[in-house]
């Protein structure tokens, strides 16, 4: 169970990486008023914690009916998040392209697009809740020690996101990016775990 925390939690951190989101969230949200920062942090948090939870519950029974193992889900999961991990230990991580960018700017409510999806519950974080659920069915009462955890890293990033104007002070760009780097190590080693431990059961 302990085990299963930690891991959860490090996951999540690693791949939701609050810290990386903090830059984006002022670019996007910098120039409008606190109140208004502070309600669209907590709507971008609730949608992101919304479509986790939807994966979460829902993604196993998916994956069942398309009979995708789980084998291969950390498989294509690793594979998918060393790519993320490449892109942060270079510091050129972009969850969206330059015109979504453009696009989300011109918008008046940018919560759910783009910082819930993909900032917060992108691909990499759906990829990671499928597989620690699928993971969770050995423990008992695992998938709840997971969405606990899930829930945990994202009431970080909703108070790094409310505190992002001193963070970024605090930390500076050249501080955030040493953070993401970090970071982006530590998610490259979890993905090359999470493909040794599908090729492993593969061929077991």
Do not use: C
């Not at 309600?39 to 479509?51: E, F, P, Y």
């Not at 994956?63 to 995708?68: A, D, K, P, Q, V």
């Not at 789980?70 to 050129?92: K, T, Y």
């Not at 990671?128 to 890293?153: D, F, P």
């Amino acid at each position: 169970m302990l085990e299963l925390a930690s891991k959860a939690f490090l996951t999540f951190f690693v791949v939701i990486d609050p810290v990386g989101v903090v830059p984006m969230f002022i670019a996007l949200a910098g120039n409008r008023p606190r109140s208004e920062q502070v309600n669209i942090a907590r709507k971008a948090i609730l949608v992101a914690g919304g479509v986790i939870l939807f994966f979460a519950l829902v993604g196993g029974p998916l994956l069942e009916h398309l009979g995708i193992s789980l084998e291969a889900l950390r498989i294509a999961g690793g594979i998918l998040l060393f790519r993320i991990a490449v892109d942060m230990v270079f510091a050129q991580w972009e969850r969206e392209t330059k015109e979504e960018q453009d696009e989300a700017r011109e918008r008046s409510d940018i919560s759910v697009f783009p910082l819930a999806i993909p900032l917060i519950a992108g691909p990499g974080t759906l990829a990671s809740v499928l597989i620690l659920a699928g993971e969770s069915r050995k423990v008992e009462g695992g998938l709840w020690v997971v969405l606990a955890m899930t829930a945990v890293v994202l009431v970080i990033t909703y108070f790094l996101l409310r505190a992002s104007s001193r963070l970024r002070f605090l930390l500076g760009r050249t501080g955030i990016n040493v953070v993401t780097r970090v970071l982006g190590l530590l998610l490259a080693a979890l993905a090359v775990q999470y493909v040794a431990d599908g090729v492993r059961a593969f061929l077991a």
